[in-house]
């Protein structure tokens, strides 16, 4: 909830700023239970104890990497659940966050879109992961950098609302306290949907999964841009409005003989040769079920070597392979 809803919440005859203590111990001190809220009186606690819940996702299991990224299996109100994924850096720490249970979109090469869709999250759930890998690690965003990519299970434009009001929570100083320039919403290319999000007064950073440097290539690997083409998406991502630090980010899911020639290199700086963009090379992380292989690092640097005469261009090095934790893989296993 927002704070204009959790006025709503409280006694009628309570003053306003009780609502103001109510949202700054959820987001700001991150109180595991309402009871806890030890600036409230002892009555209101009571009350909203036996009214009201966090509505925190639980812990049902934690998978540790040897590089120290954690993967959460969080569970929800109706038992369903997703995956978290904490990343920590020497200068920062990231969180990857779901949007939905499941994923709608497809992805050929993507262990989520074998288990379909099964639901959109509330925002209260997109924000409760953040809450609950932040007290469960000790990241206090006035201390340290920490960043949030909404890259976990889920195509996050297929659920917009939910997603800019727990973006809204987030970056409220008031609430968790974060700048926009530290969250990241990851699409496949919903066109209207990205029209949509420029229009909001706040609102995450936009990557863009690309994946291909061709249609053809493009529909064959994520089967949902049948509907909206790479050149209408090129036009969206042309007209959408940056911020004056903003630059879109690219992701390009590198699959070894099938994406990763010179000649695609070539096609995906063509394409991009008009956008204040910077590329991000993912090396295909394999698992059960998906038919594709990983390019050998050589093919991968040829790669990256012909799209940085042109733009950035990164290598993003996977982490949480052992645990099944690294990107395009989050799909409950046990590992």
């Known amino acids: 909830m927002e704070l204009s809803e959790l006025r709503q919440v409280l006694p009628a005859d309570e003053p306003a700023y009780r609502a103001e203590q109510l949202y700054r111990a959820i987001y700001r001190q991150k109180v595991g239970e309402l009871v806890q809220i030890s600036s409230l009186p002892a009555k209101i606690r009571t009350e909203l104890s036996q009214n009201a819940e966090l509505g925190l996702p639980e812990v049902d299991q934690v998978y540790n990497s040897t590089d120290g990224t954690r993967r959460y299996l969080l569970r929800l109100a109706d038992n369903r659940t997703v995956e978290t994924v904490l990343m920590p850096e020497e200068d920062r720490d990231t969180v990857c966050i779901s949007s939905q249970v499941g994923c709608p979109v497809d992805c050929k090469f993507c262990m989520t ?46 659920n917009l609302p939910n997603v800019l009001k727990a973006t809204r929570i987030l970056c409220d100083p008031n609430a968790v306290g974060m700048s926009e320039r530290r969250i990241t919403v990851s699409t496949s290319g919903i066109i209207p949907k990205i029209e949509e999000l420029g229009k909001q007064a706040v609102r995450p950073k936009l990557a863009i999964s690309l994946n291909a440097s061709t ?46 020639s010179d000649a695609d290199a070539r096609r995906v700086v063509q394409l991009l040769a008009h956008l204040d963009c910077k590329v991000n090379l993912i090396a295909l992380n394999p698992g059960p079920g998906i038919p594709y292989l990983t390019p050998d690092p050589e093919r991968v640097a ?19 392979l052992d645990i099944y934790a690294a990107c395009g893989q989050l799909k409950r296993n046990t590992a």
Request: with cysteine; proline share 5%; glycine share 8%.
């Open 302 to 320: 040829s790669f990256q070597n012909i799209v940085k005469r042109a733009m950035p261009c990164f290598i993003r090095r996977p982490r949480g």
């Open 113 to 158: 879109a074998l288990m379909g869709l099964e639901r959109s999250l509330t925002a209260g759930e997109i924000v409760g992961q953040v809450l609950f890998v932040a007290r469960d690690n000790g990241l206090l965003v006035d201390n340290r950098r920490f960043n949030i990519v909404m890259m976990g299970m889920g195509e996050p434009l297929l």
């Open 215 to 260: 249609e053809e290539s493009r529909q064959e690997l994520m089967p949902i841009t049948r509907k909206w083409h790479l050149k209408d998406l090129i036009e969206a991502c042309r007209a959408y409005p940056l911020r004056e630090w903003e630059k879109l980010t690219f992701e390009y899911v590198l699959l070894g003989g099938v994406n990763d």
